[in-house]
């Protein structure tokens, strides 16, 4: 299986639409992408043009409006849509609004619609730079009422289906298989986007050949993308870090990661690489494994979130590097990189069977390097179970190609 069947798609607007009535709404107009693809498994790049679906409560209604460029993708992508409504482009001879307004207005005749629940009222974020009428307010003045809807599908994102874990599972095997092809293409004097690049390639070709013909990417370009992000020696000391402005030397640390795309899903899969012996390596290395196996050993169900991140800093001051802490434990993963749960001290929430989050405390020394492993975890109902399993020791990780 490499990606969901529409019966789960039809699951997920059944439940949907309940919640939906037990909130008193009568349709949901919904502009995030991920959810979007959540609930349809249709997925746009986001620009300035205005995109969004409503789904009607109270009929099968689940309606598509925007811009001509996804005419023809809407379905290729996704068989769950009944109506699709086109405006040319942005900005337009028509404000795109006045046709989301009338598509939103002909829906509540026909269906009897009066609330409508918006993720986000204004109709369109300006981030990409729209600019425009406030839905909201049209809709009012067409006589319905709105209410601002947060967190209804990312609710029901947060635990898993069997279906989903097993997509989340395949994709921790081909972040294995990435890492392997990767492992023996690091060499010094090139450049980590060049190792990352043939790594890719060949890890993507086999993945497709093994996957079948009909396979392919449902939220990414390319199947299993694999890098450094920039993560090279003195530069791996940025958790976030884009890239680096010099080839891998011997002495390095790198970091490398990998989620490949199936069905929309990933895993996460993250080494700290040794490339020669760079001084203090293998003190640091081993004490991240330890803030690892502090985090490892708290997780399972029922367990609350913070504890995770209380556990892996009690570790931390313990072996005296919490300054060199940078951030939390770790997030939620599946159709988005990061998605809550995110394990944090602050985070008010409890560990539940179905849950998946990746384990990645890390810490960082500047002028030296990252160390930070991550992994793809899910919650059980006795414990934990990794989704992804590559070698983890630091024999095992250190490569040297003199």
């Not at 898993?160 to 293409?185: Q, V």
């Not at 996957?211 to 992000?229: A, C, H, K, Q, W």
């Amino acid at each position: 299986m490499w990606r969901l069947p529409d019966s789960e798609y039809a699951k997920r607007l059944e439940a949907l639409r309940q919640k939906l009535v037990s909130e008193g709404i009568d349709a949901l107009y919904l502009t995030s992408a991920p959810n979007i693809f959540y609930l349809t498994g249709y997925f746009m790049i986001q620009t300035e043009r205005p995109l969004a679906v409503l789904i009607s409560a109270k009929s099968s209604d689940v309606v598509f409006m925007g811009p001509m460029v996804e005419k023809g993708h809407v379905e290729f992508r996704s068989r769950v849509f009944t109506e699709e409504n086109y405006y040319f482009d942005y900005p337009g001879d028509v404000e795109p609004m006045m046709m989301f307004r009338d598509t939103i207005i002909s829906v509540a005749k026909r269906s009897g619609l009066k609330v409508i629940g918006m993720d986000n009222p204004a109709g369109a974020s300006s981030f990409w730079g729209y600019s425009g009428s406030d839905l909201s307010a049209l809709l009012k003045k067409e006589g319905l009422s709105i209410k601002q809807v947060k967190g209804i599908i990312e609710e029901m994102r947060i635990i898993k289906s069997s279906l989903e874990i097993e997509l989340i599972r395949e994709s921790g095997k081909w972040a294995a298989r990435a890492h392997e092809i990767l492992m023996s293409k690091i060499r010094p004097g090139a450049y980590d986007w060049e190792i990352s690049l043939e790594a890719s390639l060949e890890a993507s070709r086999e993945m497709k050949r093994e996957m079948g013909p009909e396979y392919m990417p449902l939220t990414d370009s390319v199947p299993n993308f694999i890098g450094f992000r920039g993560q090279v020696g003195e530069y791996s000391a940025y958790p976030h870090a884009l890239a680096a402005p010099r080839p891998i030397r011997e002495n390095d640390v790198l970091g490398s990661g990998a989620g490949p795309d199936v069905g929309g899903y990933h895993s996460e899969l993250e080494r700290t690489i040794i490339v020669g012996n760079p001084p203090e390596a293998e003190n640091r290395f081993n004490a991240m494994m330890k803030l690892r196996e502090a985090a490892l050993s708290v997780m399972g169900p029922g367990v609350k979130v913070k504890e995770v991140d209380e556990a892996v800093r009690r570790k931390a001051k313990e072996l005296g590097v919490t300054d060199h802490l940078r951030h939390h434990v770790g997030h939620g993963l599946g159709i988005e990189g990061h998605e809550p749960p995110f394990l944090d001290i602050g985070y008010n929430a409890e560990l539940k069977p179905g849950m998946i989050v990746s384990c990645e405390p890390g810490i960082y020394y500047p002028g030296n390097g990252g160390y930070r492993h991550s992994d793809t975890v899910l919650i059980t109902a006795n414990g934990i179970e990794l989704l992804t399993k590559f070698p983890d020791g630091f024999e095992e990780l250190r490569v040297s190609r003199r």
